[in-house]
C-alpha cells in the first residue's frame, strides 16, 4: 500500500492550482536555520553542535505533523499555526533533522503538508488528492530554490527526509539532482519512511556501503513481529539499508552493531539495543528494552525510523561527508 501511495505522489504534476507559492526570505518560513536558535540545534549529552564549521549543508524535509483527528476541510496545513509549528519542532526537528548537525549546516523550511489523511484518499481517489501533495511540494520546491540562490554558495548538499518528506524529496532529487548538474554537489540522501523502488532514479543509486556517496539511503522500520496485512509484493524492488552496516546484505546484523537509541523522554541515549535484517522492502527489529518500553504496543516503528538508529546515522553522516570531501579534493 506505502508503495503504491509514494509512487502516486511522485506522478503528481507540479501545477498548483493557484495557489501562491511562499516567500522563503522570511525566517519565520523555516523550522530550521544554521543562523538562528532552534530545535535542530539539540544534542544529547556527549555531543556536539558543529554547524557553526560544517562545510556541508543539509536540506530537510519533515514528516507529517498535521494530523488533528478534527478535521475542518482544510487538506494542507496552515504554514502560520504556532501550534502546528510547535509539535513540528518538537517532533522531527529536535528527534530527527539534530542528528545532522555534527556535520552539516540545517535547513529545514515549514510547509503547507497535506493532511496525513490524504495519503488513503490517494488511494482511492488520486485526483482529488493530488492538488494537496502539489501544493505541499510547491512549498518545498520554493524553498529550496531559496536557499540555492541565497544561502547554498556551491556548498556541498545532503538531501535528507522522513515520511511525507521522502514523497517531497525523492521530487526534488529527480527535478534538480538526478542526471543534472547540482548532481555534482550531492553528498547523499538519506530518504527514510517510505517505500523508494531501487531504480527510482536514473543516477542516483541505492548506497551500498558506509563510505558511497552521491547515492541514496532508505528503510522502514518494524518490529519483528510485524503483520504485513497485504504483503507487498514488490518488496524485492524496495531499496532497503541496513544502518547497522550499512550494505544491502539481507543477512541478520545483531546488536553489537547498534550504537544507540535517542531517547526523547529524558534526551540521552541508550544503546546498544536492537539487531536489525533486511526483508521484504522493510527492516525488522527486535523491541528494543529501555525505561518505559513497557508501554510501547505498535509493531510499526515508523516514528523510531531515526532515533532507533541515531547514533549509527550520525556517525555515517560524518563518514560521508568525510569520503565527499576527500573526492572533491582529489579531482
Known sequence: MESKIFILALMLPLSIFGQSVLDYSNDALWASLPTKFDSADFVPDGYEDLQSTAAVD??????????????????????????????????????????????????????????IESYYIALKKPE???????????DVKAAFEYYLENWNQGRPIIIASHSQGTTHAGKLLLEFFDGKALMDQLVAAYIIGMPVPSDHFKEIAPCETDTDIQCFCSWRTVNEKYRIKKLDTKGSHISVIN????????KKQTREMH??????????????????????????VNKPK???SIFIQRKNYHI?????????????IAKRVDQFMKTQASE
Open 128 to 138: 482529488e488528492a493530488k492538488s494537496y501533495f502539489e501544493i505541499a511540494y510547491a
Open 290 to 292: 529501555f525505561k518505559g
Open 259 to 284: 550504537k544507540g537509541i535517542l531517547l526523547p523522554t529524558d534526551e540521552s541515549i541508550s544503546g546498544p539495543l536492537v539487531d536489525a535484517q533486511i526483508k521484504n522492502g522493510y527492516l525488522w
Open 58 to 115: 543539509v536540506f530537510f524535509i519533515h514528516p507529517t505533523s498535521y494530523l488533528k483527528k478534527k478535521f475542518d476541510g482544510s487538506w494542507n496545513a496552515p504554514i502560520d499555526n504556532p501550534k502546528l509549528n510547535e509539535s513540528t519542532c518538537n517532533g522531527s526537528i529536535k528527534n530527527q533533522a539534530s542528528v545532522f548537525n555534527g556535520a552539516a549546516k540545517i535547513y529545514a523550511p515549514f510547509y503547507r503538508q497535506a493532511h
Open 304 to 316: 523510531g525510523d531515526y532515533n532507533i538508529f541515531w547514533v549509527n546515522i550520525r556517525e555515517n
Open 243 to 250: 544502518p547497522l552496516n550499512w550494505t544491502l546484505s539481507e
